[in-house]
């Protein structure tokens, strides 16, 4: 007899995170910040404990750290990604740990915070990883996409930014359509390059640099970007309501 799998879970009342790490000190100023702000929090020291929870628990988003002992974060991602489930999955990495990052991106995770980290910016991401998952639950990946300032038709392939019709080529919208599916979060390089090109050219990153680059001249209002972020050494995430930095005081 099988171990049963991740229950889902409709989200219906207080979201509830599973907070996995291995640092006592890092858990609770995890818990405090996000029960503070009304979410119901339980915690696990390693990713195989992590799974037992679940189980019985089901969360609505998993925080996990990447390096920790029996099962690390990068293995609890594929673990995650293997059940039916869709939770949410935010990973905390050091400075300088970006093939690991990539690593459990690929793997399923879904976002990162790089320690040492602003508690503001995690609930941020927090909140948006929440809204993804609320929203995403009943999304028909064939059809229209209607999300911030863009309206996207895979039919016609026809996109319209601030309702402005933007004439794309096949690759192009091929990798707008890629990164719609997936906004507001991080997306690797090879995922991408799979997505566009289907498994062809991906030890060549310089073809998708060159694609962003056209796409950004065509749907972007200034030089400066809004609508697709650079994560570096990692990849790209696709803001579709626009990127707005708040001025230096």
Known sequence: MTDPSIPRRNVTETSRILIVDD?????????MACTAQGYR????????????????????LVITDLSMPNMDGVELCREIRKQPCNVPILVLSVRNQEKVKVEALDA????????????????????AALRRFKNSTT???????VVGDFRIDPASRQVFVQSREVHLTPKEFDLL???????DRVITRRSLMIAVWGGYNVDQPES??????????????????KYILTEPWVGYRFVPEGFHPQPSL
């Open 41 to 60: 929090v339980k915690s696990a020291p390693d990713g195989e404990s992590a799974l037992n929870v679940l189980k019985s628990w089901p969360a609505d």
């Open 108 to 127: 399923g995770a879904d976002d990162y915070v790089t320690k040492p980290f602003q508690i503001d910016e995690l609930l941020a991401r927090v909140r």
């Open 208 to 225: 998708l640099r060159v694609l962003i680059g056209q796409l950004r001249r065509k749907i972007e209002p200034a030089d400066e970007p």
């Open 23 to 31: 640092e006592p000190q890092i858990v609770r100023v995890l818990s």
């Open 139 to 145: 999304s028909d990946k064939t059809g229209e996409i």
């Open 177 to 183: 359509h890629a990164m719609s599916l997936s906004p």
